[in-house]
Every structure is written in C-alpha cells, then in structure tokens.
T-cell receptor, first 111, second 112 residues
Framework: KQEVTQIPAALSVPEGENLVLNCSFT??????LQWFRQDPGKGLTSLLL?????REQTSGRLNASLDKSSGRSTLYIAASQPGDSATYLCAVSGGAQKLVFGQGTRLTINP | DVKVTQSSRYLVKRTGEKVFLECVQDMDHENMFWYRQDPGLGLRLIYF???????EKGDIPEGYSVSREKKERFSLILESASTNQTSMYLC???????????FGPGTRLTVT
C-alpha cells in the first residue's frame, strides 16, 4: 500500500528565503506526482504535476523535482513571500485514478 | 480555467438526515472524485467516477453513495448522516486517467 510522508509538518522562515519542502513515497511505481497548495478552510490549488517520466517541472518561483528510484520529490520555493504562507500537499498517483496524499507541510513566511 | 463548483460551502445537518453534496465541473472532464479531509488523517478518497453512471469505491466508501447521471455533475449522498461524517468534503475532476486533478472549494459539513 502506497504511503506518502511530508517532512517537516510545519516550517516558519523569514521573507525572502529560498526553501525546500520534502515528500517521500514508499512505492516507486507511480504514474505521476502532484503538488498542491491549500489555504485555511479552502480547497486545493494545483501547483505542479510531474509525470513519472519527468525529472522536474517549473512554474514561476516554484520548482518541483522527482526521483522515482529513491521515492522522493522536493518543492523548491525561491524568494519566499508572506503570500506563500499555506499548507503544501503532495500526492502520488499509482494507477489511472487514485491519488494518495501526504499530510502536508504548513508553511509560514514571516514579514 | 477549469472550474469545479460545490453546492454549499457550509452545511449543518442532524443525525439521521439524508444529505446530498453536489459537485459540477465545466470542462467536460471524464473523471470525478469525492474526498474527505480530516485533521491528522489527511485527504481520503471516498468514491470516484470515470464515466456517466460508472462509479468505483475509494478507500472509505462506507456510509456513502454517489450518483453521476450527467457528465458534469457528481453527487455524494449520505443516506443517514452520523456525527462521524462531520468533515470537509472536497470534489475534484480530471480529464482522464492519471491527469492533473482540479479541486472545488470544499463543503464543510457538520452533523449534530
């Protein structure tokens, strides 16, 4: 059974810092990996999707990498801003339909 | 932009009531999903549908049923609501198998 772990559970950094969020998964036979952002009380916003054949994806200040063989993904956020404060979730798709989610990392950017 | 809408942001129901949660997507997506999100347990898949009138159980289908009569609409039904179904319910859709999933704003359901 696929398990997804995100460490740390919470992270607080000063504005302007570059930071890395980590995601690990137990079964390397994944179809894709998706990173989401969730603001308090809201739904999920898709940030980046990495197909299993890809190594990384970039969108603006965000860069996500995928190492399937080691069961790891990282989300790199450059030049962090207070508006980046949110919970970040990673999820893996092991088959055609189902996503398995990590517990998330709650990120706080201090002005 | 893909838009996934859910019928209510907040809902309060009594134990034993029949509850309908509605989800609509406007991008002609094949797949639709219902999740619930609970502190400490994360997001868990309840049911999903890959075509009209087709459905498959997710990880926690007990106490729930679903209906998909039209491609754009996917309903989650709580036949007899119980307090342990108090949760945030999130609907999602995707174009096809393994594609990016797009989420709605969520419905926070409280069963008293």
């Amino acid at each position: 059974k696929q398990e997804v772990t995100q460490i740390p559970a919470a992270l607080s950094v000063p504005e302007g810092e570059n930071l890395v969020l980590n995601c690990s998964f137990t079964d390397s036979a994944i179809y894709n990996l998706q990173w989401f952002r969730q603001d308090p009380g809201k739904g999920l916003t898709s940030l980046l999707l990495i197909q299993s054949s890809q190594r990384e994806q970039t969108s603006g200040r965000l860069n996500a990498s995928l190492d399937k063989s080691s069961g790891r993904s990282t989300l790199y956020i450059a030049a962090s801003q207070p508006g980046d404060s949110a919970t970040y979730l990673c999820a893996v798709s092991g088959g055609a339909q189902k996503l398995v989610f990590g517990q998330g990392t709650r990120l706080t950017i201090n002005p | 932009d893909v838009k996934v809408t859910q019928s209510s942001r907040y809902l309060v129901k009594r134990t034993g009531e029949k509850v309908f949660l509605e989800c609509v997507q406007d991008m002609d997506h094949e797949n639709m999903f219902w999740y619930r999100q609970d502190p400490g347990l994360g997001l868990r898949l309840i049911y999903f549908s890959y075509d009209v009138k087709m459905k498959e159980k997710g990880d926690i289908p007990e106490g729930y049923s679903v209906s998909r009569e039209k491609k754009e609409r996917f309903s989650l039904i709580l036949e007899s609501a119980s307090t342990n179904q108090t949760s945030m319910y999130l609907c999602a859709s995707s174009p096809g198998g393994g594609d990016e999933q797009y989420f709605g704003p969520g419905t926070r359901l409280t069963v008293t």
